[in-house]
């Protein structure tokens, strides 16, 4: 298809690992990002991957990349009241120009 | 101060009116987005600029149109709004190398 899907809703427990999954359509796609939208605000870029590697870490949040199967994950440790945001998944799509495609964002309800 | 600034950050307007949204930056990046937000759409590309002198149609441009007055600043224009334009519009700059794009708070646009 030629959507970015992400599941809609994600619920955890404080201090558990939240595991976010992403398909995106485009495997000649360059990068690939996780943006942080709280209530009310603007998006935030979380992290950012390049297409020729499988992992990146960065304190509590992880990034897996699997080109064979075009999957994209977030796993944050740890998670946090705080974390609790709509998170969504982008693939910088080379026949788009250099436009961003997002995915519909899935919501993290973490409860304590 | 905010690198991406919006205004307004919320407009109620008619059907038929003319409206337009300006969004400034200090980030000093070239390029310049506009997206709309809808419930359960995620996000969709409206206009892109790369310079001053660039304008491209993104995913949803008919009905809207943009300027780029300078590097810094972007506005889109609703000539004649229509109620289903009712959503969320985000400004975003982005760099040229990883295309990191860096999104204005929003905003909120009702036409009744």
């Known amino acids: 298809g030629e959507d970015v899907e992400q599941s809609l809703f994600l619920s955890v427990r404080e201090g558990d690992s939240s595991v976010i999954n992403c398909t995106y359509t485009?495997?000649?796609?360059?990068?690939l990002y996780w943006y942080k939208q709280e209530p009310g605000a603007g998006l935030q870029l979380l992290t950012y991957i390049f297409s020729n590697m499988d992992m990146k870490q960065d304190q509590r949040l992880t990034v897996l990349l699997n080109k064979k199967d075009k999957h994209l994950s977030l796993r944050i440790a740890d998670t946090q009241t705080g974390d609790s945001a709509i998170y969504f998944c982008?693939?910088?799509?080379?026949?788009?120009?250099?436009?961003?495609?997002f995915g519909k964002g899935t919501t993290l309800s973490v409860s304590s | 101060d905010a690198d991406v600034t919006q205004t307004p950050r919320n407009r109620i307007t008619k059907t038929g009116k003319r409206i337009m949204l300006e969004c400034s930056q200090t980030k000093g990046h070239d390029r310049m987005y506009w997206y709309r937000q809808d419930p359960g759409l995620g996000l969709r590309l409206i206009y892109y600029?790369?310079?001053?002198?660039?304008?491209n149609k993104g995913e949803i441009s008919d009905g809207y149109s943009v300027s780029r007055q300078a590097q810094a600043k972007f506005s889109l224009s609703l000539e004649s709004a229509i109620p289903n334009q009712t959503a969320l519009y985000f400004c975003a700059t982005g760099d040229s190398g990883a295309d990191t794009q860096y999104f204005g708070p929003g905003t909120r646009l009702t036409v009744l």
């Open positions: 600029s790369f310079d001053v002198k660039d304008i």
């Open positions: 485009d495997s000649s796609s360059t990068y």
């Open positions: 982008a693939e910088r799509r080379y026949q788009a120009g250099t436009a961003l495609i």
